[in-house]
């Protein structure tokens, strides 16, 4: 259902701009969540947007990445700039469930897998000189 595509390999510094599609959705209805896993390494929650384009980010990433939706596309956003070596790994989208009460990209709870149930297959971000 959701499709990443954008990753590679680049320098660090270097930027890459990964996309999520999300065929015949209304990205209005839903909450968008990038993650990222690196080898050895849990899931990380890195950045979401909501159906209202609210976003949040991962303290980490913060200053580095920018999340957007672009509607016509039914098309996700993240980009990456000043990439670091441990920014390396698989990068997931995922999507909340249709018609939650209250956004998944919203507080504490923003960026943690259990809020998204629709995932795609990744997209691999290597950062290495």
């Known amino acids: 259902q959701l499709v990443e595509s954008g990753g590679g390999v680049v320098q660090p510094g270097g930027s890459l701009r990964l996309s999520c599609e999300v065929p015949?959705?209304?990205?209005?209805?839903?909450?968008i969540g990038w993650f990222r896993q690196a080898p050895g390494k849990e899931r990380e929650g890195v950045s979401c947007i909501g159906k209202t384009g609210n976003t949040e980010y991962v303290d980490s990433v913060k200053g580095r990445f920018t999340i957007s939706k672009e509607r016509a596309k039914n098309t996700v956003f993240l980009q990456l700039s000043s990439l670091k070596p441990e920014d390396s790994g698989i990068y997931y989208c995922?999507?909340?469930?249709?018609?939650?009460?209250?956004?998944?990209?919203?507080?504490?709870?923003?960026?943690?897998?259990?809020?998204?149930?629709?995932w795609g297959v990744g997209t691999q971000v290597t950062v290495s000189s």
């Open positions: 015949f959705t209304n990205l209005d209805t839903i909450d």
């Open positions: 995922a999507r909340s469930a249709f018609g939650r009460p209250v956004s998944a990209c919203n507080g504490p709870r923003a960026l943690l897998a259990r809020e998204y149930n629709a």
